[in-house]
């Protein structure tokens, strides 16, 4: 027996010390650093206390990242999450070729984000101000990812045109797990389908709803790959998301400790938002 | 009863539809790809009149495609395969001792690091990867593995401990070691999920652009994404020469997903369901 809980030892240890030191260490260290003035390659530094983090509360530039990151998060979760749903309900329907639809929606999850957001940068900047001169129409003549004002609507269209795939598939999972008979059940009652809808399968898909706007939830608040690929964070700093602010910021603009600053408060919110919401969506599966 | 069998044909339109929108920016890239500049001119929509296969030897030689390719195959495949076998040998070890206090807190300590944004590592973690030597592939490959084990754990631990433990007690009792146990009688009844796993991982390694970007130092060790990155500038103007390197870039996992479409599909769902 002894023998055994040795050789478990001997399963975790390895991965315990290897995780320690390339996760757990670096996270200690940001942490360490944000209380430093370091700039990422000088031979010294200085506490500063909380100095990074009162600055980072009167920073414009943060902000405006964080205004923007909210904005574009919530946004991205409902559209992904409304649509996703729609298109299983869709491709659970009697509908031909449903497994060749199936692989369709499901293709744009196997293709690299910052090369789908190159292409999307070349259909905005050239191929839909084409498709508006052709049709004479002023508003889908301009490039979007060059207004102030809506580069940030392309960046939406792209995470989602992308993220649906996989929601999809999971809600498509979810309604799978839905005993035919409900339904039947539910039509003998005489419910409609907008009834049969919300009292049957939206609450046998409460795991997966909540499991869909967590992850989708997440993934946008890190947005940063279709950033790159699209705006680089401009027009000005219109669209510069956290992520992409502690990068340029950290790596470019020798901000090192400042960003590593910014980087625990973003930690703090991305915690308090994903308990928040397991919370309340856990709470909602149960009340239904 | 016969009514409802019968197709749908409003929601097959509806369907298409929507499947017209993911398919268009997909068929631009390839006729793009195919194209020169004087069709370009006459319309970007039509389809090519030729095909230019020159854009994509242009490509391959602008972007050192081939090196490219290599390096991301070699990522991918070794770090998945690792992935696999030890992120699935820890999680039978904490999925077993749950009622340990050690091993249940390890449990929480891997998972709750999917919470932590990686921009808060990251800064450090270049710091730390440069000073050890490893701002190259074996460095990036072992971060891969380590990094998977927050979310891996997760879905391995729930799967095993849905099998029933009776059938190690059995190989125990006719003297299997603990690590032969493993290898021989629970790794193999893992399939399924370690089908997930391997899907997974195998996507978000091949497609990662932002840990390639930091860690990577050489030009010759960069993978595809950070290769269309680095050679953004370039095409600048050859949109011809551009949507060729995309294209090539797309297509090895396009080409996997066409083939085991199936296979991908379904082990996600299984994933889904399962846990």
């Given at each position: ?114 090369i789908v957001g190159y ?56 309604l799978q797990t839905i ?110 | ?50 095909l230019h296969f020159d ?221």
């Amino acid at each position: 027996m002894a023998k055994r809980k040795a050789a478990f030892y001997s399963m975790t240890i390895p991965a315990l010390l290897l995780f320690f030191a390339f996760h757990t260490f670096p996270t200690l260290q940001g942490i360490f650093y944000s209380f430093t003035n370091w700039d990422g390659y000088s031979d010294g530094y200085d506490f500063v206390g909380f100095k990074n983090f009162a600055a980072l509360f009167q920073d414009e530039n943060v902000l405006n990242a964080y205004l923007f990151t909210f904005k574009y998060a919530i946004v991205v979760t409902i559209l992904i999450n409304v649509i996703s749903l729609l298109i299983a309900l869709g491709l659970n329907a009697r509908i031909k070729f449903r497994n060749f639809f199936r692989g369709v929606y499901f293709l744009p999850n196997v293709l690299g984000v910052l090369i789908v957001g190159y292409i999307f940068n070349y259909i905005f900047a050239n191929a839909i101000p084409k498709l508006g001169e052709m049709l004479g129409s002023e508003t889908l003549a301009i490039n979007i990812l060059g207004s102030e004002q809506w580069a940030w609507i392309g960046i939406v269209i792209v995470a989602v045109w992308q993220g649906i795939a996989f929601n999809t598939i999971l809600y498509l999972a979810g309604l799978q797990t839905i005993p035919r008979d409900l339904y039947e059940a539910s039509d003998i009652d005489g419910a409609g389908k907008w009834q049969t809808f919300w009292s049957i399968t939206f609450p046998m898909l409460a795991a997966f709803f909540t499991i869909n706007m967590v992850l989708a939830m997440k993934n946008s608040l890190m947005v940063f790959d279709q950033i790159v690929a699209l705006t680089g964070g401009g027009p000005g700093r219109a669209t510069q998301s956290i992520a992409m602010l502690i990068y340029q910021g950290g790596f470019q603009g020798g901000e090192f400790a400042y960003q590593s600053a910014n980087a625990v408060i973003y930690f703090i919110v991305i915690v308090v938002i994903s308990v928040f919401q397991l919370k309340f969506l856990q709470k909602r599966e149960m009340d239904a | 009863m016969t009514k409802k069998r019968s197709t749908n044909w409003f929601i097959t339109i509806l369907i298409t539809l929507g499947s017209l929108l993911i398919l268009f920016p997909l068929y631009m890239t390839v006729s793009i790809a195919l194209k020169n500049p004087e069709e370009m001119a006459e319309s970007i929509f039509s389809l090519p009149t030729g095909l230019h296969f020159d854009n994509f030897t242009r490509a391959i030689e602008a972007t050192d495609f081939f090196s490219a390719f290599k390096n991301s195959v070699v990522i991918t495949v070794i770090a998945v395969c690792f992935i696999l076998l030890t992120n699935s040998l820890v999680s039978y070890a904490v999925a077993r001792n749950m009622n340990h206090k050690f091993f249940k807190g390890l449990y929480f300590y891997f998972i709750s690091a999917m919470f932590i944004p990686f921009q808060i590592i990251m800064l450090p973690v270049v710091k730390l990867t440069t000073d050890l030597h490893m701002n190259n592939i074996p460095g990036l490959i072992i971060l891969y593995i380590v990094y998977g084990l927050a979310f891996n754990i997760f879905v391995y631990v729930g799967y095993i401990r849905s099998i029933p433990i009776e059938l190690e007690e059995a190989a125990t009792v006719d003297g299997a070691s603990t690590y032969g146990t493993f290898w021989r009688i629970i790794f193999p009844l893992l399939a399924p999920i370690n089908a997930t796993v391997a899907i997974l991982s195998c996507l978000s390694t091949w497609n990662d652009f932002m840990l390639p970007l930091i860690i990577l130092s050489k030009p010759e060790s960069y993978t595809l994404p950070l290769v269309q990155y680095v050679f953004q500038g370039q095409f600048s103007t050859d949109y011809n020469l551009a949507f060729a390197s995309y294209l090539l870039a797309l297509a090895p996992m396009v080409i996997v997903y066409l083939v085991a479409q199936k296979w991908i599909i379904n082990g996600i769902t299984q994933g889904a369901v399962k846990s």
